[in-house]
Every structure is written in structure tokens, then in C-alpha cells.
């Protein structure tokens, strides 16, 4: 259907076209009657066509039915004429409605064709693809069966493995009962180990707070210190100062030449030794090997917590009061040159 032209503009070259508004030209209807139609003054009774016997028979029918009826032929003529056109315009119309349904039906036919060639093409598509897919479950049946026979030996050993587990299960439930006393006994050292935690914690919390305290009295001891470093570079700067003198007292001495009686005097008095402002450990307040951790105890006693420190009356010294955890920053900060306990 594909093949044939399209000579006629709608794709059905065995379809003849007719021109609308023209009169309808078959085997139907005669040559007689479209003259008829088209010419009715050249229409003759005697005309030669294919019926001519039909066509004066029915003339002369006209004719009696005129006589009977005192009409005049021209009247006659036309009212037969215009039934007679009357008549070709509505089989035209009947015809060319029949022709259009036709063309309509033939071409939902071709359509239809068309349709039902794509169809039995897809089909025949798909049939190709059922019968690939046909193959495919047929050897993946074949390997299917294969792995059948595997799991059914796979079965047997495993019944195999059961009876042997049912004859083991007595063994098992003896070791779990063994298990069982063991978890208990684990339980009750879990439960010990948990009271000893409890009691490491309170012990460690404790020796925080002494480790806080012991903080802030090292903070305390390390203020003394400074004091007392302070005043002991006071002492030295004074004693410095008293050897100057002493320097130039004996220079002093030692540019006169004679001895006088207070001169002497004064040599032999118990005190004379007030003069000699040597410097020695044993006589000097302030010796290097009285500035140790025990002698600062003798000078100082230790407060209780939240205290004030207490210090002997012959020195004095009042500490200087900080913030509460000033002591434990210095001691945690890594900037401290000051502390001389790290």
C-alpha cells in the first residue's frame, strides 16, 4: 500500500476525483439525462439514446396525464424539470456524501493497515526477544537444577552436622552453666572494683583539695622568699657600704704614725672588736647557708586553711594578700621565673 503514487493528492491513486458543482457523469445515470439537466430547451422525446423506447413510453404518459388535466405543455415541461433537476441535485449530494464516507473508511482501513503492520512487526520483535529470553532461562535453569543438586548434598551433610550438634548440645549446656558461674563471679568482682573506684575517687578528690592547699601555701612560702630576698639585698647593699667605711677608717688608722693613750685605750677595751666589720658566716644574721627551706620554718609557721600566715615578731613581715586561685595560676603558667620550687 506503501508503494503506490499519490497522483490524486491524497494518497489513494486508485480513488477517482470528481470536481465538485458539477454534474454527476456514470454509468448510472445516462448521457440522456445529464443533457437533460444541463440543456432542458434541447430536450426531445426523439432524441437517439440507449432508452429511447423507456423514455416515450413515459412521454406519452405525460402526455394523457396533460390532456386529462387542461394544463398547458410549457408549464408541464418546466414542473417535470425541475422535479427531474431536483431530483440529480439530491442524488449528487447522496453521492458525494457516499463518496466521502468511503474515502474516510478507506483511509481509517489503510491507517488501520499501517497500524496493524507496526503491530505484527513489534510483535514479531517481541516474539524474537521472548525467544532470547526463552534461551536465557533455559540455561539458567539448567544451572539452577545444577545448583539444586549441591544444596540437596549441602542438606544431607548439614542433617549430618545437626545429629552431631544434638549429641553435643548436652556438653554445651554443661559449659554454659560453668559460663553462667563464672559471669556471677566476674559480676561480684566488678562490684568490688566498682566500691574500690568509688573509694580511689574520694581519694584522688581529696589529695586535689590538699594538692590546692599545698598550692596556695607554696604560693605563701614563695612571697616570704621574695621578702626576704629583698631584705637580704638591703642588708648586703648595707654591708657594702659599712666595708667602704671600714676601708677608710683603716686608711685612716694607718696614716697616723704615733700611738696616742686613747688609741690604746680603746684597743684594749672588750668592744674594741665592734671595729672590725669583717663579715663572717658565723657572727652574720643574714649567711647564705641560714636562707634554706628549715630555716625558713624556724621564722615562719604554717596556717590553717583560709588562713593568714603567722610570722615571728622579731622580723615583722606581713604577707601580701592575693585572690583566692592567684597561687595555682602561678604555679600551672608557664611564664614563672619567680618560683624557686619548680
Known amino acids: 500500500m506503501q508503494d503506490r ?48 423506447n423507456g423514455f416515450l413510453s413515459e412521454w406519452l404518459r405525460d402526455l ?42 478507506i483511509a481509517n482501513l489503510e491507517q488501520n ?13 517481541q516474539n524474537g526477544s521472548l ?45 554454659i552453666l560453668g559460663v553462667q558461674k563464672e559471669y556471677a563471679a566476674l559480676n ?20 586535689k583539695n590538699n594538692n590546692d592547699r ?16 629583698v631584705e637580704l639585698e638591703e642588708k648586703q647593699n648595707e ?9 677608710l677608717l683603716k686608711q685612716q688608722i694607718i696614716r697616723q704614725p704615733e700611738y696616742t693613750e686613747t688609741s690604746t685605750a680603746l684597743s684594749g677595751q672588750p668592744h674594741a672588736n665592734l671595729f672590725n666589720f669583717e663579715s663572717s658566716p658565723e657572727n652574720s644574721r643574714f649567711a647564705t647557708e641560714q636562707f634554706t627551706f628549715k630555716a625558713l620554718e624556724q621564722f615562719m609557721t604554717l596556717p590553717p586553711e583560709e588562713g593568714t600566715l603567722i610570722t615571728q615578731p622579731e622580723y615583722s613581715t606581713q604577707p601580701i594578700e592575693r585572690a583566692p586561685g592567684y597561687w595555682q595560676e602561678r604555679m600551672i603558667s608557664n611564664d614563672n621565673p619567680s618560683f624557686r620550687g619548680k
Not at 480513488?15 to 430547451?41: G, L
Not at 493497515?113 to 520483535?125: A, M, P, T, V, Y
Not at 561480684?188 to 589529695?207: C, H
Open 113 to 125: 493497515k499501517k497500524d496493524l503492520q507496526k503491530e505484527i512487526g513489534n510483535w514479531r520483535s
Open 239 to 247: 654591708l657594702e657600704k659599712i666595708k667602704e667605711e671600714n676601708a
Open 188 to 207: 561480684e568482682k566488678l562490684s568490688e572494683l566498682q566500691r574500690e573506684k568509688t573509694a580511689l575517687e574520694e581519694s584522688l578528690a581529696e589529695l
Open 214 to 229: 599545698s598550692i596556695s601555701i607554696a604560693g605563701r612560702w614563695e612571697e616570704f622568699c621574695l621578702l626576704k630576698q
Open 131 to 175: 525467544w532470547k529470553e526463552k534461551t536465557r532461562l533455559n540455561d539458567e535453569n539448567g544451572v539452577l537444577r545444577a545448583k539444586v543438586e549441591s544444596l540437596t548434598e549441602d542438606n544431607k551433610n548439614l542433617f549430618k552436622c545437626l545429629e552431631y550438634l544434638k549429641k553435643r548440645e548436652g556438653g554445651f549446656r554443661s559449659e
Open 5 to 52: 503514487g499519490n497522483a490524486n493528492g491524497n494518497g489513494y491513486s486508485h480513488v477517482p476525483i470528481r470536481p465538485r458543482h458539477t454534474e454527476v457523469a456514470s454509468a448510472s445515470q445516462p448521457e440522456r439525462k445529464k443533457r437533460r439537466i444541463e440543456n432542458p430547451e434541447q430536450n426531445s422525446p426523439y432524441q437517439d439514446n440507449a432508452s429511447g
Open 64 to 105: 394523457g396525464s396533460i390532456s386529462s388535466s387542461n394544463t398547458s405543455l410549457g408549464s408541464f415541461l418546466d414542473e417535470k424539470i425541475r422535479r427531474e433537476q431536483k431530483l440529480a441535485i439530491e442524488n449528487e449530494a447522496n453521492a458525494r456524501k457516499n463518496e466521502e464516507k468511503l474515502l474516510k473508511r
